[in-house]
């Protein structure tokens, strides 16, 4: 499977970004799908994860309330709503695929195999 990610880009704090993840070479209606996240000199750092069918979605302290996690499986498109954007946010995101419906290790990246090219978020204060 092949993700594209999109979306990033320069905002204010406290602006908006929506991110989109789409898939192609096979459908990912049936896996978890993850938003991470790498600053410059850090880890690669879990965001958000949402089981296959969006029933269930889990996002990390530090954006739960700000960030939401969607998907469109009519599209094969996974989604990323950033509000109230601060400039620790600052950093490539990345969306991640799966192998199954759902894992409850889905805030680990060796979790997932798939893996976007990343799309850089960038905050000024």
């Known amino acids: 499977v092949q993700l594209q990610a999109s979306g990033g880009g320069l905002v204010q704090a406290g602006g908006s970004l929506r991110l989109s993840c789409a898939a192609s070479?096979?459908?990912?209606?049936?896996?978890?799908m993850g938003w991470f996240r790498q600053a410059p000199g850090k880890a690669r750092e879990f965001v958000a994860a949402?089981?296959?069918?969006?029933?269930?979605?889990y996002y990390s302290n530090s954006v739960k309330g700000r960030f939401t996690i969607s998907r469109d499986n009519a599209k094969n498109t996974v989604y990323l709503q950033m509000n109230s954007l601060k400039p620790e946010d600052t950093a490539i995101y990345f969306c991640a695929a799966s192998r199954t419906y759902y894992t409850s290790s889905y805030s680990f990246p060796s979790e997932y195999p798939y893996w976007g090219q990343g799309t850089q978020v960038t905050v000024s204060s």
């Open positions: 070479g096979r459908t990912v209606s049936s896996v978890t």
């Open positions: 949402t089981v296959w069918n969006g029933g269930n979605t």
